[in-house]
T-cell receptor, first 113, second 114 residues
Framework: EAQVTQNPRYLITVTGKKLTVTCSQNMNHEYMSWYRQDPGLGLRQIYYSMNVEVTDKGDVPEGYKVSRKEKRNFPLILESPSPNQTSLYFC????????????FGPGTRLTVL | AQSVAQPEDQVNVAEGNPLTVKCTYSVSGNPYLFWYVQYPNRGLQFLLKYITGDNLVKGSYGFEAEFNKSQTSFHLKKPSALVSDSALYFCAVRDIEGTYKYIFGTGTRLKVLA
């Protein structure tokens, strides 16, 4: 089954404790992206990647890091989480065709205390 | 800069009545436009998109949207609403000439009343 998976689905952590949210897709997609969803703000793009070793900033990249060492994986790294990063995070993937649509993962709900 | 506006936080409609969820956009060039739906505790699912061609786009679950270039709008419509259509709807835009940055609207919660 074609899918985007994220782990963990739920995470409660404390300020300053480094964490990684993993994202994996099995569709051989070139493009992957991370978003955060906050009430009243909709989805905002954090980072995206056009292919292995190619990443670029979205609208809200501060406080986040990403890497794309393999085509199928695109982890989101919070080096020193803060409470304002409490949010619902979505990973998405898409083929390289510019007219294609994004496929979203189930989401990761992160709480930073 | 790209932007998307969904002016209504919530839309209520009676089951069986037509529904409209509004979206306006701003891009520097020509847009790719998308509608996604989010059901409770789920990720976003693709509904429909406008790339080029016919201004009336048909999508999943009986939804359609009309691209209006002069009004820079891409409103989502359905002739007869179902209770099961109740969800959060997002409009999104990508500048066809630009990067692969996507801008999403703030979302509109649709509530279909039985």
């Amino acid at each position: 089954e074609a899918q985007v998976t994220q782990n963990p689905r739920y995470l409660i952590t404390v300020t300053g404790k480094k964490l990684t949210v993993t994202c994996s897709q099995n569709m051989n997609h070139e493009y992957m992206s991370w978003y955060r969803q906050d009430p009243g703000l909709g989805l905002r793009q954090i980072y995206y990647s056009m292919n292995v070793e190619v990443t670029d900033k979205g609208d809200v990249p501060e406080g986040y890091k990403v890497s794309r060492k393999e085509k199928r994986n695109f982890p989101l790294i919070l080096e020193s989480p803060s409470p304002n990063q409490t949010s619902l995070y979505f990973c998405a993937s898409m083929s390289g065709r510019p007219t294609d649509t994004q496929y979203f993962g189930p989401g990761t709900r992160l709480t930073v205390l | 800069a790209q932007s998307v506006a969904q002016p209504e936080d919530q839309v209520n409609v009676a089951e069986g009545n037509p529904l409209t969820v509004k979206c306006t956009y701003s891009v520097s060039g020509n847009p790719y436009l998308f509608w996604y739906v989010q059901y409770p505790n789920r990720g976003l699912q693709f509904l429909l998109k406008y790339i080029t061609g016919d201004n009336l786009v048909k999508g999943s679950y009986g939804f359609e949207a009309e691209f209006n270039k002069s009004q820079t709008s891409f409103h989502l419509k359905k002739p007869s609403a179902l209770v099961s259509d109740s969800a959060l709807y997002f409009c999104a835009v990508r500048d066809i000439e630009g990067t692969y940055k996507y801008i999403f609207g703030t979302g509109t919660r649709l509530k279909v009343l039985a």
